[in-house]
């Protein structure tokens, strides 16, 4: 499967953004997709992901740290994952990678549950 992310940008602290990633090739292969996120020097961490079907088919899984402010959705006709941003914060900055796979409830919310990766793309809310 390949993926695509686009969408990222520079904006103010409280701004929007919405991240969409693309998937095009085998993707009756996968049944999830989720975000995640690296800052400089920092590690790889979830930010969200969404299986559509099979066991919480729909239900969206959120890092504690944007809960609240970032909404996962799908549009399964596009076969593309939307990422909606709101109230960012200068914490938010990273490149924001969008992954695809076949996770399960021990893997969802970690890169090993991920067989394809897109490209990332940088957002940054300047401090």
């Known amino acids: 499967v390949q993926l695509q992310a686009f969408g990222g940008g520079l904006v103010q602290a409280g701004g929007s953004l919405r991240l969409s990633c693309a998937a095009s090739?085998?993707?009756?292969?996968?049944?999830?997709m989720g975000w995640f996120r690296q800052a400089p020097g920092k590690e790889r961490e979830f930010v969200s992901a969404?299986?559509?079907?099979?066991?919480?088919?729909?239900?969206?899984y959120y890092a504690d740290s944007v809960k609240g402010r970032f909404t996962i959705s799908r549009d399964n006709v596009k076969n593309t994952v939307y990422l909606q941003m709101n109230s960012l914060k200068p914490e938010d900055t990273a490149r924001y990678f969008c992954?695809?796979?076949?996770?399960?409830?021990?893997?969802?919310?970690?890169?090993?549950?991920?067989?394809?990766w897109g490209q990332g793309t940088q957002v940054t809310v300047p401090a």
């Open positions: 969404i299986r559509w079907s099979g066991w919480s088919s729909g239900t969206p």
């Open positions: 992954a695809g796979g076949r996770p399960i409830l021990s893997t969802i919310r970690r890169a090993e549950g991920y067989s394809d």
């Open positions: 090739g085998s993707v009756s292969s996968i049944n999830g």
